[in-house]
């Protein structure tokens, strides 16, 4: 098991609801990211925070609106979704020092909008 | 553009029977490349990181190798239990924290 939680591991949501991701790591780790994985594509990077400031958007939609009130937990709001955000939602955190450092997942948030 | 490709896309091995899977990458500039195994309705797990060419690391039995174009990840007389997705990231020089994932090998041990 890694030091990196998610809640809930399963979501099932309508189009026009409201819900939260959310994570925590416990590694002490400086980074934390959001991905999107979808069957038979590479995992998409969707946001960035460093020392809890966000430094990449991959032009994702507004409809998913990070949150990183520290740098142990980061949120993803999820409302107004669309079936094809149908996807396995993962975080993870690595500790930036400015050059390269493995990241290490969470178990990921199964999410199905229907 | 970077780039990353994993071969073959699905593996099927008997159990004792050793192979390689690859990662052929294209940045500019590396970073790092990672190898991790995904498990279903799992998050992908590490396992190693490589970050120079000839660079190898080994675990149990699973030895990863670095050349300047692409990496192998030799799985040597598998058991059931590696069956698993194995994912490569490569980590470039000008893009920060962002890693770049291949699709994955699907890899499957039959007992």
């Known amino acids: 098991e890694t030091g990196v939680t998610q809640t809930p591991r399963h979501l099932v949501m309508g189009m026009t609801n409201k819900k939260s991701l959310k994570c925590e790591q416990h590694l002490g780790h400086n980074a934390m990211y959001w991905y999107k994985q979808s069957a038979k594509k590479p995992l998409e990077l969707m946001f960035v925070y460093n020392f809890k400031e966000q430094t990449e958007n991959n032009s994702v939609p507004s409809r998913f609106s990070p949150e990183c009130p520290n740098s142990s937990h980061l949120f993803l709001h999820l409302h107004t979704l669309q079936p094809e955000d149908s996807a396995l939602y993962l975080c993870a955190s690595s500790q930036d020092n400015g050059w390269s450092y493995e990241q290490y997942f969470g178990p990921g948030t199964r999410l199905t909008v229907t | 553009e970077d780039q990353v490709t994993q071969s073959p896309e699905a593996l099927r091995l008997q159990e004792g029977e050793s192979s390689s899977l690859n990662c052929s990458y294209t940045v500019s500039g590396l970073r790092g490349l990672f190898w991790y195994r995904q498990d279903p309705g799992k998050g992908p797990e590490f396992l190693f990181t490589?970050?120079?060419a000839g660079e190898e690391k080994e675990k149990e039995r699973l030895k990863a190798t670095l050349t300047k174009k692409e990496s192998f990840l030799h799985i040597t007389a598998p058991k059931p239990e590696d069956s698993a997705t194995y994912l490569c990231?490569?980590?470039?020089?000008?893009?920060?924290?962002?890693?770049?994932f291949g699709t994955g090998t699907s890899l499957t041990v039959i007992p």
């Open positions: 490589l970050y120079s």
């Open positions: 990231a490569v980590q470039a020089a000008n893009t920060g924290n962002q890693f770049y």
